[in-house]
């Protein structure tokens, strides 16, 4: 039987980094999700039905009270999605399918909790937050490594900020792979996100990674953490694969 899809409205866009949008949907019906899950936008392409998946990048608690549901999405020249969603007309209605992905908030982690997203894989932890802040409280240690090319491509940063700020035990790491001039007072590195693992007191015993957006990163991060001794359940994946 097929998922049953929802009505939205596009009513807002923001620019957030000098490739990346976020698209405010109001959604027109009832609809629910566990922070980390993602949608599957649906659209009509050259007479085609066309579907794309999208992290949902804020938090269930704020789309309860707003009704609005935030996706960041990275250009891809030439994209089908990318060019339709950057050319879209606020008031315009889709539908949506989901909400899908088992990248949710761990219940009760045995150990450290290491969330990793390169671009907009960052997405599903900034919807997180209140979990995290509650994880935190109950004394589990935190660490999100965002990974970008350049500066100009980081998004949600303040927001990842303000989340660590709120525990001593949240940290906030940025790795940039094509950025030399880092500040590492500020949580700057040049390098890759997996070149921080050594740097974590991993236990594999107990420990969780969640790993989420580029594909590549995905492979050679699991390739890394099962060589440091992590089973598959320890590792939590989302790959960004594209659809075509
Ligand atoms: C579970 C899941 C969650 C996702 N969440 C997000 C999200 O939150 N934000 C987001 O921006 N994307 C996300 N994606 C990727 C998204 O679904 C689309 O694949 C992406 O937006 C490109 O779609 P497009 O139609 O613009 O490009 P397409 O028309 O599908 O591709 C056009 C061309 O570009 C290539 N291409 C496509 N994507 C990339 C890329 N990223 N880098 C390099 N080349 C590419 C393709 O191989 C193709 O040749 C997610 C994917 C999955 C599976």
Known sequence: MPRPTYPVTLVA????????IQLDFRVDDNFS????????LHFRH?????????????????????????IA???????????????????????IGGPFGILTAPKKPSGQVILVG??????????????????????????????????????????LKALADRSDDVSYLTCFSRETDVDSTRGEING?????????????????????GNPKMIDDATL??????????QIKREKYVFSS
Do not use: W
């Open 13 to 20: 866009r923001h620019q957030l980094s000098s490739n990346t």
């Open 33 to 40: 999700y566990e922070a980390g899950q993602f949608i599957q």
């Open 46 to 70: 050259n007479g085609e039905d066309v579907k794309r998946s999208y992290s949902i990048a804020n938090s269930p608690s704020s789309f309860t009270s707003t009704g609005i549901l935030e």
């Open 73 to 95: 999405l990275s250009y891809v020249d030439g994209g089908v999605a990318s060019e339709f969603f950057s050319n879209l007309e606020q008031g315009i209605e889709l539908s």
């Open 118 to 159: 390169t671009g907009t894989g960052i997405a599903p932890y900034r919807a997180m937050a209140e979990e995290l802040v509650a994880l935190a409280e109950r004394g589990t240690k935190i660490s999100i490594l965002m990974g970008v090319r350049s500066r100009n491509e980081l998004i949600y940063s303040a927001d």
């Open 192 to 212: 890759y996100v997996q070149s921080q693992f050594d740097t974590l007191n991993i236990n594999p015993e107990s420990d969780l990674v969640y790993l989420c």
């Open 224 to 233: 890394q953490l099962k060589e440091m001794g992590l089973g598959v359940r």
